[in-house]
């Protein structure tokens, strides 16, 4: 049953008038894991039973990740300054634990010096060089078509990569 004052609702509102959750920001901060998963669940059950706008929740969503990827992201630069912790030790606050630990760990081997790294490297750009450029071929493939190494003689029969997709929404914020 379409409930006509759900679909005029901003979809913030409307998830908090059907899941009975107060999405207000400074309840955001007290959800943990089950509530965020309960008020998922909700509103599935809500969109499919027709009471939310599934389009109108997936921009909210969108938009929601966007929102809080820029925060996280903005507000990580001042905490990582901010909030030491201590090794070996965590902060618990709102239903998290927070630790610090080295994250994005990587190595730059082309300062090793190491001649086999040098050469491996090196034969593993080109072979990637030469498949992207055998891929490139085989997607102009179209039907089964006869191929004959120039060097063996051996012939056999190239057929069109498979090509696989799913239809779907793109949202891009504007």
């Known amino acids: 049953m379409r ?3 759900a679909m005029q609702l901003p979809a913030c509102e409307a998830v908090t008038l059907f899941t009975g959750n107060d999405l207000a920001p400074e309840s955001l901060i007290k959800l943990d894991r089950a509530t965020i998963a309960r008020i998922v669940k909700d509103t599935e059950q809500l969109i499919a039973d027709g009471e939310l706008d599934s389009v109108r929740m997936l921009v909210l969503a969108k938009k929601g990740q966007e929102l809080f990827n820029s925060l996280e992201k ?3 630069r001042y905490a990582e300054e901010h909030a030491r912790v201590a ?3 965590k902060l618990r606050l709102f239903d ?3 630790i ?3 994250t994005g ?3 730059d081997y082309s300062v090793c010096n190491d001649a086999t790294w040098n050469e491996l490297h ?3 750009a080109e072979v990637h ?4 450029q055998r891929e490139a071929y085989l997607k102009t493939v179209t039907t089964p078509t006869l191929s004959v190494d120039r060097y063996t003689g051996e012939v056999w029969e190239v057929k069109p990569p498979l090509r696989t997709s799913k239809q779907g929404l793109n949202v891009s914020l504007k």
């Open 3 to 5: 409930h006509a004052s």
């Open 74 to 76: 903005t507000a990580r």
């Open 87 to 89: 090794r070996h030790d």
């Open 96 to 98: 998290a634990e927070i």
């Open 100 to 102: 610090e630990k080295e």
């Open 105 to 107: 760990v990587s190595y």
């Open 122 to 124: 090196d034969v593993q």
């Open 129 to 132: 060089q030469k498949l992207k």
